[in-house]
């Protein structure tokens, strides 16, 4: 039905586990939207409401859903897409915009909103102590969509100027030797002490974190749910008897390694 | 008191502004926790409780605040320090474990967790569209920490590599020019028509966000509370009629670029 409203657009961030993530804005945006779109899983974490459509799609549909979602918002339908973590971190938030652009002129007279949530890096590094705690980088791993010469040269890039790194998309069917490459990439521009850090379903029943060194780092741990963060040369270790240490990245830069 | 527990620290991420980004995981912590630590303008942000304290102290004295909350917890108590945005990133979590590991042994024996929250450029990016949908890096401007000459070598860095660019910290009282250097250095790799973005108080009353572009950046916008975004080659605008436009950079990269 054509409203007297334009319709609504809302992407929203989940956060990456169970409702302990979920931001009052999320909750709202999912409470009045007619109609919810989204991957299937991540649609299932939302709880059923009366009178609220609900359009699961695959992974790896983040365009054609994305189309979909506009098309129904345009028919003056309050619609929510949803999203894993933040939906500006390599998830839905750039394939509306792509659809937006390549779009009809009526998608662009849309009201567009984007509800911020809590993306993996930041969870799997709260689980952990402050891995992040001084500059870093977040980069996908996926060569879908760009060549792996360039996820080279941004690791090259990002290490050898000391930022730690967040890297999202490890691993996939189609893509199983570039985590691996990646891995042996780093190594040589950092010690092999340098610790790195799986995260994997942080805050739902089968959450997973663990810790290794550089040098033992071993890339068959990874899956497409992993967050994997790869500290710097400043990147230091707290033992804790009878605890899990703490790993974190110091505000201040030594000397030798400036 | 000496309880019979150990004590514990929880360090709190409010996100950016109201509650609207407050996690039911941070309200459940600020809820219990029987002393509040802070700076001021952010424990002002949590509504008083009976029976709970707090120890509001100033901006730029993180480790001194760390360490008293840490040295109130090892009392056996439950202590709550809140950070603005997320505590992994340029705030509170790290100043704590820097705490942990100089401190006594007992500061290793306290249960220690960390909140993540919605940090700035999560909620500068959803504000403006997607600008950070593809490989980015986060990094503080302040030198008080790292010298100069290592701000311009990661800003060379990131720029060159196609990272798009949130900056943190742009400009306090005693860092007057850098941010202006910072804006000239990036206008050496990037084109003058790169999307530069600011964003303030996102979530607050006085919220303000701009988008210039990068020959037109004028760095005295920029004040200690704003949170920068400078885009990469491939971040694109899409003009809307009567609508601010969307920023967004594409899931993929164009040949030419890579």
């Given at each position: 039905m054509t409203g007297a409203h334009n319709g609504r657009l809302t992407v929203v961030g989940l956060g990456p586990g169970d409702g302990r993530y979920l931001t009052p804005e999320a909750v709202d945006a999912l409470a009045t939207a007619e109609a919810l779109y989204g991957y299937g899983p991540y649609l299932d974490r939302v709880p059923p409401r009366v009178g609220q459509s609900r359009h699961p799609s695959d992974n790896r549909e983040e365009g054609a859903r994305a189309a979909a979602a506009l098309r129904h918002a345009a028919q003056g339908t309050n619609v929510a897409v949803v999203s894993g973590g933040d939906p500006g971190v390599f998830a839905m938030a750039a394939a509306v915009c792509e659809e937006i652009e390549a779009g009809p002129a009526v998608w662009r007279a849309l009201d567009v909103v984007f509800v911020p949530g809590i993306t993996a890096m930041l969870a799997v590094a709260a689980r952990i102590g402050?891995?992040?705690?001084h500059d870093f980088c977040a980069l996908s791993l996926s060569d879908n969509l760009k060549p792996w010469e360039l996820v080279e040269r941004r690791l090259d890039a990002a290490a050898a100027a000391g930022f730690v790194i967040a890297l999202y998309n490890p691993v996939s069917r189609a893509r199983p030797w570039q985590f691996g490459s990646a891995i042996e990439r780093l190594r040589r521009h950092l010690p092999p002490t340098t610790p790195v850090m799986f995260g994997r379903a942080?805050?739902?029943?089968d959450e997973r974190v663990s810790i290794v060194t550089l040098d033992a780092a071993d890339a068959t741990v990874a899956d497409m749910s992993t967050l994997v963060i790869v500290g710097s040369r400043e990147t230091r270790l707290i033992a804790r008897p009878g605890r899990t240490p703490l790993v974190y990245t110091p505000r201040a830069v030594a000397e030798a390694s400036a």
């Amino acid at each position: 039905m054509t409203g007297a409203h334009n319709g609504r657009l809302t992407v929203v961030g989940l956060g990456p586990g169970d409702g302990r993530y979920l931001t009052p804005e999320a909750v709202d945006a999912l409470a009045t939207a007619e109609a919810l779109y989204g991957y299937g899983p991540y649609l299932d974490r939302v709880p059923p409401r009366v009178g609220q459509s609900r359009h699961p799609s695959d992974n790896r549909e983040e365009g054609a859903r994305a189309a979909a979602a506009l098309r129904h918002a345009a028919q003056g339908t309050n619609v929510a897409v949803v999203s894993g973590g933040d939906p500006g971190v390599f998830a839905m938030a750039a394939a509306v915009c792509e659809e937006i652009e390549a779009g009809p002129a009526v998608w662009r007279a849309l009201d567009v909103v984007f509800v911020p949530g809590i993306t993996a890096m930041l969870a799997v590094a709260a689980r952990i102590g402050a891995p992040l705690g001084h500059d870093f980088c977040a980069l996908s791993l996926s060569d879908n969509l760009k060549p792996w010469e360039l996820v080279e040269r941004r690791l090259d890039a990002a290490a050898a100027a000391g930022f730690v790194i967040a890297l999202y998309n490890p691993v996939s069917r189609a893509r199983p030797w570039q985590f691996g490459s990646a891995i042996e990439r780093l190594r040589r521009h950092l010690p092999p002490t340098t610790p790195v850090m799986f995260g994997r379903a942080v805050g739902r029943p089968d959450e997973r974190v663990s810790i290794v060194t550089l040098d033992a780092a071993d890339a068959t741990v990874a899956d497409m749910s992993t967050l994997v963060i790869v500290g710097s040369r400043e990147t230091r270790l707290i033992a804790r008897p009878g605890r899990t240490p703490l790993v974190y990245t110091p505000r201040a830069v030594a000397e030798a390694s400036a």
